[in-house]
């Protein structure tokens, strides 16, 4: 089917310049990346969507594409209730918030905080903990790499890369034991440590990448006016590279943020991260859609915001630096 | 490479030689993979020659030879769980080569407000694979859900009628399909990039010579762009064969063991049955496979790109 549409497409264009498509065909090639676009951002739109139903519109047959918003999933998330009898909260004070009150509509009063914040305290925690610590040993590493000459220097950058090719599972392994002889298991600097390693092989790749493209000359004329190297570093390539260490950072966030093999099967409480937390969000009887969808939609946001700050470097950073554009 | 030799030269010598600090900054990295990838590697390979398990680890630590490995190869099962991984792989990353190919062609005609949709289309690569598999069992879901019922819409099969993820004939699509949606992106943006590396003036040439577009697609543009599609593929396959999370909470496995991909069996072996000598084994067996498969597939990807 598409090659059909890529014939089309290109046929309209035969009478112009290749180069520059003919009006016609860039009308439709738009149609259809639209229609792409609208059907692949839908399921998104449904989720965040749900976060906003009720506990029965959420679950309701037929799916429901209008209702009447509520809260009620938001605060589900951030809240655990316990159920009482109508009598009970009949005799109860009168509700002091908005969210007391809409809890006591389903018979229900708050209990006490849920597991959420701490479990995004975590997330956080360890997503820029991990960052920091793989940009910081990544931009050393990536600029020994690309100033020096340094021995056997291709086999010690495959050699970093190739750490990323073990399967997640397979590497928890033996992680989950030797963590155990450490204290490690379901610590934060457990899990901080683990994603830096992950993440330092892309950092060191991208990293090099973009302080190559910085010129030499700047330095070298650094050195001859007397700096020393990690004067030159600091005060010349450095500030020449933020935009570079920027988008490095985001792709390591991003990897910690997102991960969910090595959270799972070596954190169960006390370092828990966000995505094995989330489809555990359980009210009575299942999954509380309506919260998980607010835990959804509150996980994924920031990503929204990333991937439009990345725009420019996505290709570089999914391709650890091979395609740069 | 001669630069450094030269900065060297004409460098007054200050602080510390370059030598030194090229070795400290690269120690710490390589320290660090030692401790968190190369040790635990070196112990998963010796473990894999014995019979631990943790469930039972109060017995000493017993050496079986290649036992393990020789359990594996031997095991109908394993096999089972291989051809399953290697359908997935093939045609998810089939699929997301047809579309995210077809996609980059699309956007390259640079249409009014191709970079907003661009953005748009990107999204779902972007995110956790685990919440993804978690919240397309909600739209899959055969009464509550509403993709049965969007394909009711255009089919007139009752919604109720089948299960996307319970359903032994559907639930390896429904694993394709989800990785599509996610990574057909991936694909695009790599071909996007290829088909805007190719100089204008070739397709110039080719309109001097009156070649058709059709022409022009198969000589010039699909040629050009064969780099950067085996680059894709190269990454998709390895990612896919890995992949654990966003199936383990899609389908887990199920139904039956119809999705069980090979990571979910790593899983089930190392994490639930606790076998980490038989684990260890299977964990090495695979790393193994996508390395070689790696290496075999740059080699090729090098020859293509020198022609």
Redesign the interface.
């Known amino acids: 089917m598409?090659?059909a549409?890529?014939?089309s497409?290109?046929?309209k264009?035969?009478a112009h310049?290749?180069?520059e498509?003919s009006p016609r065909?860039?009308?439709v090639?738009?149609g259809?990346?639209?229609l792409?676009?609208v059907i692949?951002?839908l399921?998104?739109l449904?989720?965040v969507a749900?976060a906003f139903k009720s506990q029965s519109d959420?679950?309701?047959?037929?799916?429901k594409?209008l209702f009447e918003p509520t809260l009620e999933g938001y605060v589900n998330l951030f809240t655990v209730r316990t159920r009482q009898t109508p009598d009970f909260i009949a005799k109860l004070p009168p509700p002091e918030t908005w969210y007391d009150k809409l809890v006591r509509q389903r018979d229900m009063v708050i209990a006490g905080p849920s597991k959420v914040v701490p479990r995004f305290v975590n997330s956080l925690i360890i997503g820029f903990g991990s960052t920091f610590l793989a940009v910081f040993?990544?931009t050393?590493?990536a600029?020994?790499?690309s100033?020096?000459?340094?021995p056997l220097a291709d086999d010690?950058l495959f050699?970093?890369l190739?750490?990323r090719?073990?399967?997640?599972?397979?590497?928890?392994?033996?992680?989950?034991?030797?963590y155990r002889q450490l204290n490690l298991t379901d610590t934060r600097l457990g899990m901080i440590?683990?994603y830096?390693?992950v993440n330092?092989?892309l950092a060191?790749w991208l990293l090099k990448g973009f302080i190559d493209e910085i010129p030499?000359e700047y330095?070298?004329a650094a050195?001859?006016d007397?700096y020393?190297?990690?004067?030159a570093l600091r005060k010349v390539v450095l500030p020449q590279a933020v935009t570079g260490i920027a988008a490095t950072a985001i792709f390591c966030l991003?990897f910690s943020?997102?991960?969910?093999?090595f959270a799972?099967?070596l954190t169960s409480g006390e370092a828990q991260t966000m995505?094995?937390f989330?489809?555990f969000i359980i009210g009575e009887g299942g999954?509380d859609?309506p919260a998980?969808?607010a835990a959804?939609t509150l996980?994924?946001v920031p990503?929204?915001l990333?991937?439009?700050l990345l725009?420019k470097h996505?290709?570089r950073g999914?391709?650890f630096g091979?395609?740069r554009? | 490479?001669s630069?450094?030799?030269r900065?060297r030269a004409?460098?007054?010598v200050?602080?510390?030689s370059?030598?030194t600090?090229?070795?400290?900054?690269?120690a710490?990295?390589?320290a660090?993979?030692l401790?968190?990838?190369?040790?635990?590697?070196v112990?998963?390979i010796r473990?894999s020659f014995t019979s631990l398990n943790l469930s039972m680890s109060y017995l000493p630590l017993r050496f079986v030879g290649l036992d393990n490995f020789r359990d594996i190869l031997t095991d109908e099962d394993v096999w089972f769980r291989l051809q399953t991984t290697a359908q997935f792989v093939i045609w998810s990353v089939a699929l997301q080569v047809?579309?995210g190919?077809?996609?980059a062609?699309?956007?390259n005609?640079?249409?009014?407000?191709?970079?907003f949709?661009?953005?748009?289309?990107?999204?779902?690569?972007?995110?956790?694979?685990?919440?993804v598999g978690?919240?397309?069992t909600?739209?899959l879901q055969p009464?509550?859900?509403?993709f049965n019922?969007l394909i009711s819409m255009f089919t007139g099969v009752p919604?109720s009628s089948f299960s996307m993820t319970g359903q032994v004939s559907l639930a390896p699509w429904t694993i394709v399909l989800v990785d599509t949606?996610m990574w057909a992106?991936?694909v695009m943006?790599?071909c996007l990039?290829g088909l805007?590396s190719i100089p204008?003036y070739i397709?110039?040439a080719?309109?001097v010579d009156r070649a058709?577009?059709?022409r022009?697609?198969w000589s010039i543009t699909l040629p050009m762009t064969v780099p950067?599609l085996m680059?894709a593929v190269l990454?998709r396959a390895?990612e896919n064969?890995?992949m654990?999370?966003m199936v383990n909470?899609l389908t887990s496995g199920g139904p039956g063991s119809t999705t069980e991909l090979v990571?979910i069996t790593?899983?089930r072996a190392?994490?639930e049955k606790w076998r980490?000598g038989y684990?260890?084994a299977?964990?090495?067996i695979?790393?193994v496979t996508?390395?070689g498969a790696?290496n075999i597939y740059v080699k090729a990807l090098n020859k293509v790109k020198q022609r």
């Open positions: 598409t090659a549409v890529a014939k497409v290109l046929a264009s035969t310049s290749i180069v498509a065909s860039k009308a090639a738009g259809l990346v639209i792409y676009a692949t951002i399921p998104l449904w989720i749900t959420a679950i309701a047959y037929p799916p594409v040993l990544g050393l590493a600029y020994a790499f100033r020096f000459r340094i010690l050699f970093i190739s750490t090719m073990m399967p997640p599972v397979a590497v928890a392994i033996p992680i989950y034991l030797m440590l683990l830096t390693a330092v092989s060191v030499r330095e070298e050195l001859v007397g020393t190297r990690l004067q991003i943020w997102n991960e969910y093999a799972v099967l995505p094995p989330i489809p999954q859609w998980v969808a959804t996980f994924v990503i929204v990333f991937t439009v725009r996505l290709l999914i391709t091979a395609v554009k | 490479m630069e450094p030799a900065s004409t460098r007054p200050r602080g510390l370059d030598r600090i090229a070795w400290l900054f690269v710490p990295t390589i660090l993979l401790a968190i990838n190369i040790f635990p590697l112990w998963m473990l047809v579309i190919y077809g996609l062609l699309l956007i005609r640079q249409f009014r407000g191709h970079s949709w661009t953005t748009i289309i990107l999204m779902p690569m972007m995110l956790s694979p685990a919440v978690n919240f397309w909600l739209l009464q509550i859900g509403p019922y919604p949606w992106p991936y943006l790599i990039a805007r204008d397709y110039e080719a309109e058709s577009a059709w022009q697609f950067f680059l990454f390895i064969f890995k654990f999370d909470l990571s790593l899983k190392a994490f980490t684990s260890s299977l964990a090495i695979l790393f996508v390395f790696a």
